[in-house]
């Protein structure tokens, strides 16, 4: 299975993405985590990257797709993967067919998960994530133990983009702007799968699985 997950900040790609990584015995990989994990390590990439993430501006196409691509073409991606935050740009979306287009792969689905603006915002201000595995949270359904997470042990944090109003409404005008656009890119080559993001996370996923 190889799935590309779009939608809003606040819509539940991360906890959807991780949910259908475990069913279809995929990896998850989504590239706002593996920025973070560079940042918080201090790596070359990090470096690169930070000033980008932290102020909820997209890091350049060319380095994103250069990340990514390298991802993909480690041993547990053989038998698919899921993305959960690329392609966010017409660029993107055309790297990812080209690169399968040379490896006679195809994708399965690009699923958009919606929700309204004010529910982003709402679920973003209230948003905890972990560290080290990045698992989400939120403040009315916290971990069982003191802001460590319950997957892994890891502390669990705000993130510095979430702090702000002004920057979660900044990620969100991008969104409109640069990644919506993939409605109608992916609409023509018939993957795209509109998904309802109202609801339990356990809701939601219904209606994904029954799309796919
Ligand atoms: P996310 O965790 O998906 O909200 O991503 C956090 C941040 O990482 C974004 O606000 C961007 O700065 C950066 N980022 C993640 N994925 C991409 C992408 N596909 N293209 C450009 N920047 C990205």
Same mark, same amino acid.
């Given at each position: 299975?190889?799935?590309?997950?779009?939608?809003?900040?606040?819509?539940?790609?991360?906890?959807?993405?991780?949910?259908?990584?475990?069913?279809?015995?995929?990896?998850?990989?989504?590239?706002?985590?593996?920025?973070?994990?560079?940042?918080?390590?201090?790596? &070359?990439?990090?470096?690169?990257?930070?000033?980008?993430?932290?102020?909820?501006?997209?890091?350049?196409?060319?380095?994103?797709?250069?990340?990514? %691509?390298?991802?993909?073409?480690?041993?547990?991606?053989?038998?698919?993967?899921?993305?959960?935050?690329?392609?966010?740009?017409?660029?993107?979306?055309? &790297?990812?067919?080209?690169?399968?287009?040379?490896?006679?792969?195809?994708?399965?689905?690009?699923?958009?998960?919606?929700?309204?603006?004010?529910?982003?915002?709402?679920?973003?201000?209230?948003?905890?994530?972990?560290?080290?595995?990045?698992?989400?949270?939120?403040?009315?359904?916290?971990? &069982?133990?003191?802001?460590?997470?319950?997957?892994?042990?890891?502390?669990?944090?705000?993130?510095?983009?979430?702090?702000?109003?002004?920057?979660?409404?900044?990620?969100?005008?991008?969104?409109? &702007?640069?990644?919506?656009? %993939?409605?109608?890119?992916?609409?023509?080559?018939?993957?795209?799968?509109?998904?309802?993001?109202?609801?339990?996370?356990?809701?939601?996923?219904?209606?994904?699985?029954?799309?796919?």
């Amino acid at each position: 299975m190889r799935l590309v997950v779009f939608g809003p900040q606040g819509a539940g790609k991360g906890t959807q993405g991780a949910m259908l990584a475990e069913k279809y015995g995929i990896p998850d990989i989504a590239t706002g985590d593996i920025f973070r994990w560079a940042i918080s390590g201090g790596t &070359a990439l990090g470096l690169q990257v930070k000033e980008y993430v932290e102020s909820g501006s997209l890091v350049p196409d060319e380095l994103t797709i250069q990340v990514v %691509l390298e991802r993909l073409n480690a041993d547990d991606c053989l038998n698919g993967w899921l993305l959960d935050g690329f392609p966010r740009s017409i660029a993107q979306a055309e &790297a990812l067919d080209s690169m399968l287009s040379e490896s006679g792969d195809s994708m399965d689905a690009a699923l958009v998960i919606e929700v309204p603006e004010d529910v982003s915002v709402r679920r973003l201000q209230g948003r905890r994530v972990c560290s080290k595995c990045g698992r989400n949270y939120h403040v009315d359904v916290p971990p &069982a133990r003191d802001w460590i997470c319950d997957s892994c042990g890891g502390e669990v944090v705000e993130r510095t983009d979430d702090h702000e109003e002004r920057k979660i409404r900044h990620r969100l005008a991008l969104y409109h &702007a640069t990644t919506e656009p %993939l409605k109608e890119y992916y609409a023509e080559s018939g993957l795209l799968r509109e998904i309802d993001g109202l609801g339990s996370p356990d809701e939601v996923f219904a209606r994904i699985v029954e799309v796919l």
